[in-house]
């Protein structure tokens, strides 16, 4: 063996190791530690660190030796090259003063963000090539998200059952976390509650919904039916919930939008026929109308049963109180109906990304750059709000869109949020045809990037930092091409 041979395999085994940490290290989104190393005080993820050795230890060597990225990272390259353009022709434009805001180290630094999560993908996309690495990568999940999610018991046991967090849980959470823990609102080991939703949605939940469906576990041990995975879906949907992240529970209602529309149409097939077979004789348009008008009786019932849904948890969110309580009487009322949810300055702000993309449609004003337009895009409802005026009179902060998609387009306008749509379509085509394969990790991965899919269109509306690793690591998983075969693990 060559030394260029031993170095690789040292490389690889490192590669292994670092992989390892990276996985089992996601829980933990804002350590002080990192955040001092990399100075934020609110992306801090640790796996942030352990990627950057992952890329000079591993993929830069990998890419050297012609290694293959999948296919669908192309479009995701063109994006980053339309948001790099994008990024130094707003140089060119006119750039409003914010304080005492550089904007040139302000769109290096949203540049960087963006490289972040592109080398998450690609890194995870490319190291997951056989069905070995892919169960250890579950098992890692499973065994890190145990942990998060015995921290989350403590803090329901905590507050509902005692009322107070004691001094010794503050210090933990202090640190891993830039910020502590919250009022009747559980939110594991990340930086807030709407963080914790993120991460369940993005990763864990869709990845235990896949596998319990597929009937594959990492764990050869049963009981019954059971896994560790469904066992971890209950309890990972268990603490969704008492995030109290409106945002993160659309987000899970999405993830079954593709298994909805299949028990749909099953159920509507399943009571046709069954009608059908009582009448003698049923023609071709009469079978097609009684189809729909079923389908309609179905879609009645389930308004329904969200309604239900909906009143309940206005009962339980102190902010949904006034869900069902919309008046016209009011200065525009839709901003006064949210504003009542404690929604109004999200929305505020999304309109703001849309006003700047409005006036600057084609490439947008580049990375990082949206806020310095904030002054004049939000809407003269929004500076009635207490913490938008806060933060524009009292912070030296920039204010952000608070949305991946109103991000895309106010900052790449619509050339960048085509790009990067196609490279999800890209995606979503890809997962719906592996998503069929059977006792594989490739269909369990691939299921669970459909997921990602439909609750990212929901959580696309609360996060819209690029430095988020676990959307960028869900998809990677789904997008590897794993050869297909092995039933190891099911």
């Not at 085994?13 to 100075?39: C, E, F, Q, Y």
């Not at 619509?414 to 990067?420: E, P, Q, S, W």
Request: charged share 15%.
């Amino acid at each position: 063996m060559n030394a260029k041979n031993s170095l690789w395999l040292l490389s690889q085994k490192t590669a292994d190791i670092l992989w390892i940490i990276m996985i089992a290290i996601l829980p933990i989104t804002s350590m002080p530690l990192i955040a001092r190393l990399l100075g934020s005080d609110t992306v801090a993820a640790p796996s942030i660190i352990i990627v950057f050795f992952l890329m000079v230890i591993w993929f830069i060597p990998y890419i050297l030796r012609r290694g293959k990225m999948v296919k669908e990272s192309i479009p995701l390259l063109v994006f980053v090259i339309v948001a790099l353009a994008a990024t130094v022709l707003a140089n060119f434009k006119v750039i409003p003063a914010y304080k005492d805001v550089a904007y040139l180290s302000n769109s290096i630094e949203a540049f960087v963000t963006l490289l972040i999560g592109v080398v998450f993908f690609l890194i995870t996309s490319t190291y997951l090539q056989n069905e070995e690495k892919a169960l250890l990568t579950l098992k890692v999940i499973n065994l890190s998200a145990i942990v998060m999610l015995i921290w989350t018991g403590f803090q329901v046991v905590a507050w509902h059952g005692f009322g107070h967090y004691p001094g010794w849980m503050f210090d933990l959470q202090g640190l891993i976390s830039s910020r502590v823990l919250y009022r009747q609102r559980v939110n594991g080991l990340a930086l807030e509650p709407s963080w914790f939703a993120h991460q369940l949605n993005m990763i864990y939940i869709p990845i235990w919904l896949a596998a319990t469906i597929k009937g594959i576990s990492a764990f050869k041990k049963r009981l019954g039916f059971l896994t560790v995975e469904s066992v971890l879906l209950v309890a990972g949907i268990g603490s969704l919930l008492l995030t109290l992240s409106r945002v993160g529970l659309l987000a899970f209602l999405l993830m079954f939008t593709f298994l909805f529309v299949k028990l749909h149409s099953y159920l509507v097939a399943r009571v046709t026929a069954s009608i059908q077979k009582k009448k003698e004789k049923i023609s071709f348009t009469q079978k097609k109308r009684l189809t729909v008008l079923i389908s309609i009786l179905f879609i009645v019932v389930y308004l329904l049963l969200l309604a239900v849904g909906l009143y309940a948890f206005s009962k339980v969110d102190p902010r949904m109180a006034s869900l069902f309580d919309f008046s016209v009487g009011q200065d525009n009322p839709l901003l006064a109906y949210f504003n009542e949810l404690s929604f109004g300055e999200r929305v505020v702000y999304w309109l703001a990304g849309w006003n700047v993309f409005a006036e600057h449609p084609i490439l947008g004003v580049g990375l990082g750059n949206a806020g310095f337009y904030f002054p004049k895009a939000i809407t003269p409802y929004g500076w009635n709000l207490i913490e938008v005026r806060r933060l524009a009179y009292r912070t030296s902060i920039l204010l952000n869109v608070k949305s991946l998609w109103a991000r895309l387009l106010a900052e790449t306008g619509l050339v960048g949020f085509a790009v990067f749509c196609s490279w999800l379509y890209s995606l979503a085509k890809k997962f719906v045809k592996k998503a069929e394969t059977k006792h594989s990790m490739t269909g369990v991965f691939a299921l669970s990037g459909i997921f990602v899919l439909c609750a990212l269109l929901a959580e696309g509306f609360s996060i819209d930092s690029f430095a988020m690793p676990y959307m960028w690591i869900a998809l990677g998983l789904a997008a590897a091409d794993l050869p297909a075969l092995s039933n190891k693990g099911s």
